[in-house]
């Protein structure tokens, strides 16, 4: 799995790709939550893959979970 994060660039990359960030993971999961298993579950198995926590702490921004997303950065 390969982190994909639209933040990684200036505002206006950001506003353009934003939206395909939110479609990549439904795709690929079927829905926010689903995802946030998937994410879960691999760090559960695996705490230092940080591509995992970095599309978790991604999600967790997106809702406004702001202290969660924090604590996958650490």
Request: hydrophobic share 40%; aromatic share 12%.
């Amino acid at each position: 799995m390969a982190a994909w994060e639209p933040s990684h660039h200036n505002r206006s990359y950001q506003k353009s790709y934003a939206p395909l960030w939110s479609a990549w993971v439904l795709e690929r999961h079927g829905s926010l939550e689903a995802a946030e298993k998937t994410f879960t579950d691999l760090i559960e198995r695996v705490p230092r893959f940080s591509d995992a926590r970095q599309n978790l702490a991604s999600l967790y921004l997106r809702q406004g979970r702001f202290n969660e997303a924090i604590e996958q950065c650490a």
